[in-house]
């Protein structure tokens, strides 16, 4: 089976754009979480959907944003970034009765 | 009450010894604790993981050690190898409003010398 993919792989953005990013998880896994990666705040999860809907949120302004498609790929969007959006955005599916979470090699976003 | 602390935040080894790296909780909702490798460039990658009414899982070079009175939990890499170098996240799963969350530690590099 194929992993979880993300694309882009890396980004640079501007302070005030938004940008879109794209996570296809692996066949048959229906559960799709975000998590942001930056050396100082480590791993903190973003959001989580199911079947197309969101399931949880975690403590992220109104900024950050996303959606789940009835083929399972989501994607998270971020409008009017600022400079401390940067950092590797991942995403990790799981199959619906798991524990397991298996993450992409997620989008490293940087924002000048 | 969420967090996940975890130590040492770095950790030399050298080639073939014990590599102990511990990780500590205060929320008892936990109900599984995983633990991912990660390389630069790369996502975590699931290495090992435990339920908490087991005591100990062994995976290969991999143990983890679960104490559930003391909350705490630990990764024991046995015969350590330079290939082991990455940096490592023990994580705990809270389920709530239907859906699991994974929080994480803050990561402990580890490099392992020849």
């Known amino acids: 089976k194929a992993g979880v993919t993300q694309t882009p792989r890396y980004l640079i953005k501007t302070r005030g754009q938004q940008v879109t990013l794209s996570c296809s998880p692996i066949?048959?896994?229906?559960?799709v979480s975000w998590y942001q990666q930056t050396p100082g705040q480590g791993l903190q999860f973003l959001f989580e959907y199911f079947s197309e809907t969101q399931r949880n949120k975690g403590n992220f302004p109104g900024r950050f944003s996303g959606r789940q498609f009835s083929n399972s790929r989501s994607e998270m969007n971020v409008s009017t970034l600022e400079l401390g959006d940067s950092a590797l955005y991942l995403c990790?599916?799981?199959?619906?009765?798991?524990?397991?979470?298996?993450f992409g090699p997620g989008t490293r976003l940087t924002v000048t | 009450q969420q967090q996940v602390k975890q130590s040492p935040q770095s950790l030399i080894i050298q080639k073939g010894g014990i590599s102990i790296i511990n990780c500590a909780y205060e929320n008892t909702a936990f109900d599984y604790f995983p633990w991912y490798q990660q390389f630069p460039g790369k996502g975590p990658a699931l290495l090992i993981a435990i339920r908490p009414d087991v005591s100990e899982k062994k995976e290969g070079r991999f143990t983890i050690s679960f104490n559930k009175s003391a909350k705490q939990f630990s990764l024991h890499i046995m015969d350590s190898q330079p290939g082991d170098s990455a940096t490592y996240f023990c994580?705990?799963?809270?389920?709530?409003?239907?859906?699991?969350?994974?929080?994480f530690g803050t990561g402990t590099r580890l490099q392992v010398f020849p």
């Open positions: 066949s048959g896994h229906r559960s």
């Open positions: 994580a705990a799963n809270l389920f709530s409003y239907n859906t699991d969350k994974l929080i």
């Open positions: 990790a599916s799981t199959q619906t009765g798991d524990y397991e979470q298996y």
